[in-house]
């Protein structure tokens, strides 16, 4: 089920200051058949109506509801609409949001996280999914149960790639380029590193920032410039291959528990089953976008990675403590 209000973030804001116990544990109602109650729970997404994400979260509360009988319900708010990405997940830790996904804001409460913003980290979506699997992924999921969020499902990232207003063919052409990157300790300085001018912002303000030339460029998936319309506003696309990740789904880690163990099991399969559509629609949808960019005549460029990649690790040893074990922990996975 999907809203698209903007005035919803209005009437949130008043519930928060008049009546936050209203959403705590998601609102309940009396059940529509057996003792269980009702649910209605509440899902953010910063990311534009047309990014696939938001198709599988949708996917996520058609779900939800299908298993449920119609007892729990899901509205997906997209676009930023009622939260951006970190104000989602202070939502899910006070109750008034229930759901969201994420990738970089996770930092703000598990550190870890920004080893995904690390350029030339991981090689491809295979080692991802590998890490994901492995014993150190498994802690590094743990440590998001453990701030109060509960991963039910990761999305595969496809690689980032660079978008930008002047041909950028070979790492020399980066230096001095204004780009936009996540707000993350690691992401900037690795971009530092090859010679670029980082600015950091939330993500629904790149789109005018760019077009304003307040920034020269910014990195995405290709899917995801094409559903943000930063090929209207950048005429260049160069395949930089930086960055492959997950982006997580996260449930409120304080409503699981409140959870009966077959209420639980309906989420988890509800989510399993958005992510199975939402790899299908990322293959799908990925190739349309490339497809489309060309037709549309963005100009593609092809520079090689292997210097930027040898660049970007020169600031691996300037990361914290911290930054730099889980990079051994990655790089360890085969």
């Given at each position: 089920?999907?809203?698209?209000k903007?005035?919803?973030?209005?009437?949130?804001?008043?519930?928060?200051?008049?009546?936050?116990?209203?959403?705590?544990?998601?609102?309940?109602?009396?059940?529509?058949?057996?003792?269980?109650?009702?649910?209605?729970?509440v899902?953010?997404?910063?990311?534009?109506?047309?990014?696939?994400?938001?198709?599988?979260?949708?996917?996520?509360?058609?779900?939800?509801?299908?298993?449920?009988?119609?007892?729990?319900?899901?509205?997906?708010?997209?676009?930023?609409?009622?939260?951006?990405?970190?104000?989602?997940?202070?939502?899910?830790?006070?109750?008034?949001?229930?759901?969201?996904?994420?990738?970089?804001?996770?930092?703000f409460?598990?550190?870890?996280?920004?080893?995904?913003?690390i350029?030339?980290?991981?090689?491809?979506?295979?080692?991802?999914?590998?890490?994901?699997?492995?014993?150190?992924?498994?802690?590094?999921?743990?440590?998001?149960?453990?701030a109060?969020?509960?991963?039910?499902?990761?999305?595969?990232?496809?690689?980032?790639?660079?978008?930008?207003?002047?041909?950028?063919?070979?790492?020399?052409?980066?230096k001095?380029t204004?780009?936009?990157?996540?707000?993350?300790?690691?992401?900037?300085?690795?971009?530092?590193?090859?010679?670029?001018?980082?600015?950091?912002?939330?993500?629904?303000?790149?789109?005018?920032?760019?077009?304003?030339?307040?920034?020269?460029?910014?990195?995405?998936?290709?899917?995801?410039?094409?559903?943000?319309?930063?090929?209207?506003?950048?005429?260049?696309?160069?395949?930089?291959?930086?960055?492959?990740?997950?982006?997580?789904?996260v449930?409120?880690?304080?409503?699981?528990?409140?959870?009966?163990?077959?209420?639980?099991?309906?989420?988890?399969?509800?989510?399993?089953?958005?992510?199975?559509?939402?790899?299908?629609?990322?293959?799908?949808?990925t190739?349309?976008?490339?497809?489309?960019?060309k037709?549309?005549?963005?100009?593609?460029?092809?520079?090689?990675?292997?210097?930027?990649?040898?660049?970007?690790?020169?600031?691996?040893?300037?990361?914290?403590?911290?930054?730099?074990?889980?990079?051994?922990?990655?790089?360890?996975?085969?």
């Amino acid at each position: 089920m999907k809203q698209e209000k903007k005035g919803w973030a209005l009437a949130l804001a008043m519930l928060l200051v008049f009546s936050v116990s209203l959403f705590a544990g998601g609102s309940q109602e009396a059940a529509p058949s057996g003792d269980a109650p009702a649910k209605k729970y509440v899902f953010s997404s910063e990311l534009p109506t047309a990014h696939m994400y938001n198709k599988a979260y949708n996917k996520f509360a058609d779900e939800l509801e299908a298993l449920s009988g119609g007892r729990i319900t899901m509205e997906v708010y997209d676009s930023s609409s009622i939260a951006s990405a970190r104000e989602a997940l202070e939502g899910i830790k006070i109750g008034t949001i229930h759901a969201t996904g994420v990738l970089e804001a996770m930092s703000f409460y598990v550190p870890e996280m920004e080893m995904m913003g690390i350029p030339y980290l991981f090689r491809d979506m295979d080692h991802v999914s590998n890490f994901m699997k492995s014993p150190a992924g498994l802690e590094f999921q743990q440590r998001m149960i453990d701030a109060g969020f509960r991963p039910v499902a990761y999305f595969l990232r496809t690689s980032r790639q660079m978008t930008s207003n002047k041909k950028i063919a070979s790492l020399a052409d980066l230096k001095g380029t204004k780009l936009r990157v996540p707000e993350t300790s690691t992401g900037p300085a690795a971009w530092n590193a090859m010679g670029a001018k980082t600015v950091t912002m939330p993500f629904g303000e790149v789109f005018s920032a760019l077009q304003q030339g307040v920034i020269d460029a910014q990195e995405n998936t290709i899917d995801q410039i094409v559903s943000s319309k930063f090929h209207e506003v950048q005429k260049y696309v160069s395949m930089t291959n930086h960055q492959f990740q997950a982006s997580f789904v996260v449930f409120s880690e304080k409503e699981w528990q409140s959870l009966s163990e077959a209420d639980r099991q309906i989420v988890q399969e509800a989510a399993n089953r958005a992510k199975a559509f939402e790899t299908e629609l990322r293959i799908k949808e990925t190739k349309e976008a490339e497809d489309f960019l060309k037709t549309y005549g963005t100009e593609i460029l092809y520079p090689d990675t292997n210097e930027f990649a040898k660049a970007a690790s020169e600031a691996y040893k300037g990361y914290s403590p911290l930054m730099q074990e889980w990079v051994k922990k990655v790089q360890a996975v085969k």
